[in-house]
């Protein structure tokens, strides 16, 4: 074997390893929790949603609705930062007439997160938890019939943070 078969052979070998590579971080790039419905964890505010309150943990609450709407859920919300506006969590809730319809969906849903971004990573009081670095995906159907089906996307350096602006802003009152 010549001495330019064996370099063509080594380039081949590398072209190889660098695309296997390459494809492994296009796979994992679409297993990486960024957000739903349109919107980014991280993100700030969009002006068009609309503000609904500050909640009892000093989260902003915002309704919005998504340009693709899902065919399970009926209202999406987003918790934000009290004074930066960042998004920390997106909730997707839908009313079923019974627990029943809302296990079925729940049973698809977990399926599709599944294909989308690997196996459940663990159980919280069964509910399926998906997890990357600081971020999670959650997805139950809770407390009939007030809540229904709910599937909620996190970030929880985001969320502490949320809690520590809002520290910030009583802070002086104590």
């Not at 004074?83 to 969906?105: M, P, S, V």
Request: proline letters at 2%; hydrophobic letters at 40%; charged letters at 30%.
């Amino acid at each position: 074997m010549g001495a330019s078969s064996i370099a063509t052979e080594n380039c081949m070998k590398i072209l190889a390893l660098i695309l296997a590579l390459s494809l492994s971080s296009v796979a994992y790039a679409e297993n990486e929790i960024v957000g739903a419905f349109g919107v980014r964890l991280g993100d700030a505010i969009d002006e068009r949603m609309e503000f609904v309150e500050q909640n009892d943990k000093g989260a902003l609450v915002y309704k919005f609705t998504p340009d693709k709407r899902h065919e399970y859920f009926s209202e999406y919300t987003v918790l934000a930062t009290i004074k930066t506006k960042i998004i920390f969590r997106i909730i997707a809730i839908h009313q079923y007439a019974n627990k029943e319809a809302c296990h079925g969906r729940r049973r698809i849903l977990r399926v599709a997160l599944s294909k989308k971004y690997g196996k459940a990573s663990g159980l919280t009081s069964f509910i399926p938890v998906w997890k990357n670095d600081n971020r999670a995906i959650l997805l139950n159907c809770k407390g009939y019939p007030e809540k229904g089906l709910q599937l909620e996307y996190l970030d929880k350096d985001l969320e502490t943070r949320a809690m520590e602006e809002k520290a910030d802003d009583v802070k002086d009152s104590l």
